[in-house]
């Protein structure tokens, strides 16, 4: 029945088509960031320049070019900060997750439900008693500020990662370990926490994605300093041109570079962390 | 973040106290603690002060009073603002129904069989990951008058089909719907895919043996069985439709005239740009209770099935 038949075969045709359709906006992505800005003006944005130039990557990276600067600080803040956020993730949220899923106390269950419901609760409504309160404790403009604030609002998303792959992982380790005279603590970093190595894949990846393209917080909390992300310098870059869309989409192309590289790198785990949540 | 909603919730109806033989010591409860405070603060804090400040004209410095309701009054008696609250709902019932529709053709197409599904697959998820704003840009040079799109219906013969795009109110909403959905097909296909996998292929031949069709198989046998991922994957696209913004802060600013805003843009505007805190304290709060009612009527639709 599922033989691959003349149906199949148009079926392929059809979705292959269809597929096409859905990437073509790369393809005038890419197209437009090798035209000259003459070429972007005289020829049809359907056509691929004939002489493809790299002119406006190189105009916007050479150091004497204004937009270098805020590129290259725009690449480092986001880099910190979403490392930052993954490390605070993982030394906050593994430890936590731990305890929960091995604790038989009552309490335990309790305070897991706080982080439970606090994925279900809309983050929109924090967002501005959060910016009072960093504005008042001077954390605006800074990566660090918004490294605490990814953190906390990630945590939850962290901890229920962790200790869902922690009821699945079996306790004999750890026994064995302790048997053998390990402490607690030795027990975790040594056995536990190399073991949850993919849940910290799958958290890294969330996370790292959510807080890489974020843009409303980054916004809000960085806008005008020197530590912008890439989404607000891009923002920011993009407002000061009007309708240069060559040098638009070359920088549009180089935010992108990195977390794609990334993807088809590991494009198999970005896939699973999507649909993981699936399994439970 | 909101890919484990569905989980906690169905969890949050079903845990019951863990019954284990014996235990060593496991970690000390300790551990826990800044993890909780963090999020204590970050989360429930933060959400209670902005609830809280929802009904007082707090500017974001010095002295505020409290105002009861006349801020949600402004809201609801203000023809712009409903207008940023009805399309928040189009977008976001748009949203959910076309990323549905077409993740899930493609799923289906690209479940087994063709030989093209891997690559497809890798590349039809691809705009996922990318930044919303940066994908706005491209849209929006797609849709420039002289942009690809008009140009394509030139190609075509179709000139009287061209439009300004992104400069007439319905028009410019329908722009927004459509990056919003692009960018989103590749992630519903992924969750129906993980659904499709789990789906015997014995079950669908015994029924093809018997006479159903390939419309009937789908509606009896692959439909029921797919039932939890319509249930998340169409919780994730309205909870993220109601959220939307970047698209729109890209795309068209709001405009014209405010056609695009919707709650999150005016939540931004009023809070970060006016520094009327308390007025978009109480757009969040509305935009908030959206989203928990909407999760909970979901969670409520779907909860025999979870």
Known sequence: MFRY????????????????????????LISTSLKTSDQVLTTSSLSFPTSPTFDNFVTLLSPSSGASSSIFTGLASSI??????????????????????????RWSNKVFYIFLIAILLPTQLGIVPLYAGARTLGLTGSPWGLIVIYTGTLLPLSVFLYSGFLRRLPRDYEEAATVDGAGRGAVFVRIVFPLMGPATGTVAILAGLIVWNDFFTALVFLNGSDYQTLPVVMYNYVGSLVSQWNLIFAVVIISMIPILAFYFFAQKRFIQGYAGGLKG | ??????????????????????????????WALPAVALVVFMVYVTTAA??????????????????????????????????????????????LLFTNIFGLLFALALNRGLKSRYVLRMLLFMPVVIAPIAVSYVWKFIFAYKGPLNQTLAALGLESWQRDW???PKLALLTVLIVMVWQNIGFVMVIYLAGLATVPVDLEEAAA??????????????????????AIATTLMLIQGLRIFDQVLALTGGGPAGATETLATQVYKHSFVFGNFGFGASLALVL????????LIQQWATRDRL
């Not at chain 2, 908030?288 to 999760?295: A, E, R």
């Open chain 2, 50 to 95: 902005g609830a809280f400040y929802a009904f007082t004209d707090w500017t974001g410095i010095g002295s505020w009073n409290f105002v009861g309701l006349n801020n949600f009054k402004k809201i609801f008696q203000n023809p712009e603002m409903i207008r940023s609250l009805v399309n928040t709902l189009v977008l976001a019932f748009g949203f």
């Open chain 2, 1 to 30: 973040m909101a890919i484990v909603q569905e989980q906690a919730a169905a969890e949050l109806g079903s845990r019951h106290g863990p019954s284990r033989p014996f235990t060593l010591g496991y970690g000390r409860w300790w």
């Open chain 2, 209 to 230: 043996l018997d006479g159903a069709g390939t419309f009937d198989r789908f509606r009896r046998i692959t439909i029921p069985m797919i039932q939890p991922s319509i």
């Open chain 2, 288 to 295: 908030s209770l959206l989203i928990l009612v909407f999760t």
């Open chain 1, 5 to 28: 038949s003349k149906k199949t075969l148009v079926l392929e045709i059809f979705t292959i088509i269809g597929a096409l359709i859905m990437l073509a906006p790369f393809y005038f």
């Open chain 1, 80 to 105: 910190a900060i979403t490392v930052g956020t993954i490390v605070g993730l993982v030394v906050l949220g593994a430890p936590a997750a731990y305890v929960f899923a091995r604790s038989t106390s």
């Open chain 2, 166 to 168: 992104l400069a007439e």
